[in-house]
């Protein structure tokens, strides 16, 4: 199963720190993700990927009028510059979190290893001072 497939939903309080792929809240979302514009999805309270209206927008509003996002998925962990906390999102367009003014987004070759550099912060993923690329990038080797 490829990580753009949306296998049924796991059972309610499940982990989204469990092994991948993640999920995809609804066929729609995953359509989304495989073939849709350039967008940014986020893990959701049921530990589903699903669409981040807000963040897609945001992204899109910083590009500039003459670039257009290549479609290319990319695994990524966002961290907030203002609460230090760190998220997965998949964002189908590198292009979208270039040079991010409110946030460090740091990008893994697949799902899985950024789900492992995830799981290697403290629990809840909050990390307050910047963080340092080589440790960052070391967090998602196998």
Avoid at 54 to 62: A, E, L, Q
Avoid at 88 to 95: A, E, G, N, R
Avoid at 98 to 107: K, S, Y
């Amino acid at each position: 199963m490829d990580n753009f497939s949306s296998p049924a939903r796991p059972p309610s309080g499940s982990d989204i720190y469990r092994p991948s792929p993640i999920p995809f809240r609804s066929a729609f979302d995953a359509r989304l993700a495989q073939s849709g514009p350039p967008a940014v999805f986020i893990v959701d309270a049921e530990g589903e990927l699903r669409l981040d209206p807000f963040k897609t927008r945001d992204g899109w509003s910083r590009l500039s009028s003459d670039m257009s996002p290549a479609f290319h998925p990319c695994h990524c962990l966002y961290r907030d510059r203002a609460t230090g906390y760190v998220q997965y999102v998949l964002v189908t367009s590198p292009s979208l979190y270039l040079d991010h003014p409110r946030a460090q987004v740091r990008r893994y070759p697949d799902q899985a290893a950024a789900l492992r550099a995830l799981q290697a912060l403290p629990h809840p993923p909050i990390v307050l001072n910047p963080w340092d690329e080589a440790a960052v990038s070391a967090l998602g080797s196998a």
